[in-house]
């Protein structure tokens, strides 16, 4: 029994930006009151994760990163009652904790408690459950799914059906709300409508299906890697477009494609440049246009003035805007019931050591999601 007693595992340690992950053994606190320790049986390798590898949101290193984690509840802390011991969980990168105005207001789902904008990279009392030869390790997103064992505070986790096959389900955490939903629920895509989704990746072809699942009738789907558009065909991208090859900027060729400009474009790479892609391929007086994509913060997103005053709509979406702990469980069990299929998304499934060959298929553009097995 491992309750109550700090655990040696092996988890993976950005030691600092830029550098490369290394799989080391550190130690994992018990949980201390409000919090729960999680046994990880799988993580998504996600683009955000990427950002953080990257030194482009502001974090403390050393870090575990990785926040799109499926797992088993090994105990919890004083004053928990919403998980026990043995159920099966997903890690909430957007939290839900209740009491804020976010998750008070019906349309709010940007929990104050979230550690992405900014990160603190430590849990609720200022501290971190982790460290290395006595080295304080820091949390990303109060999540850390990178590791045998975490510590997350109770809002930020949430029990699934017993049923789930947590190999799979760890995309339900992440990739797949967030672009389903900015498809479905912020978006609201309509039927017959054209959808323009920039970024390819987990995120975009989670859009995709969103788009598909809505009726639209025409999706064009953008990237510079063209290994993505055979995947992304498959789940209903109707036209593809390649930025590098196109003769003009690829605003320009939606805006001929369609006659009229896309009546929802969406971002999912998280770049300045494809943001006002985005905005620019869409309907002048109708459009809207969906950011999703996390840009490097301390950057401005800069548009002409009067290009909004026609009538477009810019919105940003955070994870679909589900509030988390009411509404993931339910798409796990809509994805049980075959209502919602994630599988196509999980491309690559290796084993934890494996990590570096991982990191490699994603850099290299081979994956749409990668899950990492414990
Ligand atoms: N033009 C076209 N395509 C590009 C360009 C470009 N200039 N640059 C990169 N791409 C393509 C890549 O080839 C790739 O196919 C795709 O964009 C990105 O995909 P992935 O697999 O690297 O990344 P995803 O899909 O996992 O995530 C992408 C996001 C940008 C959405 C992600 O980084 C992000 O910001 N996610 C967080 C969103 C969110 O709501 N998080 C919750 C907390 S806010
Ligand atoms: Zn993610």
């Excluded at 999912?268 to 969906?290: D, H, P, Q, R």
């Amino acid at each position: 029994d491992t309750a109550g007693k700090t655990i040696t595992c092996r988890a993976a340690i950005a030691w600092k930006e830029k550098s490369p992950l290394k799989i080391e053994e550190v130690q994992v606190e018990p949980p201390k009151s409000g919090e729960v320790r999680i046994k990880m049986a799988s993580t998504g390798i996600c683009g955000t994760d990427d950002h953080v590898l990257k030194g482009d949101l502001s974090m403390k290193y050393p870090l575990i990163p990785g926040h799109e984690g499926a797992g088993i509840v090994e105990s919890v802390g004083d004053g928990v009652c919403s998980v026990k011991p043995g159920d099966k969980v997903l890690t909430l990168i957007v939290p839900q904790c209740g009491e804020c105005d976010a998750c008070l207001h019906c349309l709010g789902n940007f929990c104050d408690k979230q550690d992405i904008l900014p990160c603190s990279g430590v849990m609720m009392d200022g501290t971190s459950r982790f460290s290395y030869r006595g080295q304080t390790v820091y949390h990303s997103f109060r999540t850390s799914t990178f590791t045998e064992y975490t510590v997350v505070p109770e809002f930020a986790v949430v029990k699934i059906d017993d049923a789930a096959p947590l190999d799979k389900v760890c995309l339900i955490s992440c990739g797949v709300p967030t672009g389903y939903g900015a498809a479905v629920n912020s978006a609201k895509v309509t039927p017959g409508s054209t959808c323009v989704v920039f970024g390819l990746g987990g995120v975009g072809s989670a859009i995709v299906m969103g788009c598909k699942a809505s009726g639209a009738s025409r999706i064009i789907g953008v990237d510079i890697n063209e290994q993505k558009f055979c995947r992304a065909r498959a789940l209903g991208v109707t036209d593809c477009l390649n930025p590098t090859k196109l003769q003009k900027p690829v605003q320009e060729v939606v805006m001929e494609m369609t006659g009229v400009g896309a009546n929802f474009a969406f971002e999912a790479i998280g770049k300045i440049e494809t943001m006002l892609a985005a905005w620019n391929s869409c309907n002048n007086s109708y459009g809207v246009c969906l950011i999703v994509g996390v840009a490097p913060v301390n950057t401005q997103l800069c548009l002409q003035a009067v290009s909004i005053v026609s009538g477009k709509t810019l919105k940003g979406v955070c994870l679909g805007d589900y509030k988390t702990k009411d509404c993931i469980p339910q798409l796990v069990t809509d994805y049980l019931q075959n209502k919602i299929n994630i599988d196509p998304l999980v491309t690559h499934q290796l084993p934890f050591n494996e990590l570096h060959k991982a990191m490699k298929l994603y850099y290299k553009g081979k994956t749409i999601r990668c899950v990492l097995l414990f």
